[in-house]
C-alpha cells in the first residue's frame, strides 16, 4: 500500500514564503508520478503542479513564476517552493501519488496525503 505525507505548511503574509514537501513510500519499485493540488473551502480541488514522467512539470497559471515544483526521485520525495504567496493561495494543499509503471507510464490508481494547510495573510 502506498502511503503519503506531506509536510510544511503554516500561516504566511502576503508576499512569503513556504517550501511543501510530500514523500510517498510502500511501492516495491520505488519510483511515482507525483503532482500538487489544492483545495480551498466551497471550491474545487485543482492541480497546482504536476511532473510528467518525463521530467518536465505543468503549473496552473495562477501560480506560474512563484511556485517551482521539484522531485527527488531517490528520495520518492516532491516539492514545492511557494514564492510571492497570495491570499488566494489559501487553502489545504494535497499530493498525489502513482505508481510509475514504466520510463512514461503512470498507474491509473493513485494516492493522496493527508494535506497541510497554507493560509496566506494580506
Known amino acids: 500500500q502506498v502511503q503519503v505525507v506531506e509536510s510544511g505548511g503554516g500561516s504566511v503574509q502576503s508576499g512569503g514564503s513556504l517550501r511543501l514537501s510530500c514523500a510517498a513510500s510502500?511501492?516495491?519499485?520505488?519510483?511515482?508520478?507525483m503532482a500538487w493540488f489544492r483545495q480551498a473551502p466551497g471550491k474545487e480541488r485543482e492541480v497546482v503542479a504536476a511532473?510528467?514522467?518525463?521530467?518536465?512539470?505543468n503549473y496552473a497559471d495562477s501560480v506560474k513564476g512563484r511556485f517551482t515544483a521539484s522531485q527527488d526521485s531517490a528520495k520518492n520525495t516532491l516539492y514545492l517552493q511557494m514564492n510571492s504567496l497570495q491570499p488566494e493561495d489559501t487553502a489545504m494543499y494535497y499530493c498525489?501519488?502513482?505508481?510509475?509503471?514504466?520510463?512514461?507510464?503512470?498507474?491509473?490508481?493513485?494516492?493522496w496525503g493527508q494535506g497541510t494547510q497554507v493560509t496566506v495573510s494580506s
Open positions: 510502500g511501492y516495491t519499485s520505488g519510483r511515482y508520478c
Open positions: 498525489r501519488a502513482r505508481r510509475r509503471l514504466s520510463t512514461l507510464i503512470c498507474s491509473v490508481d493513485q494516492y
Open positions: 511532473v510528467n514522467p518525463d521530467g518536465s512539470t
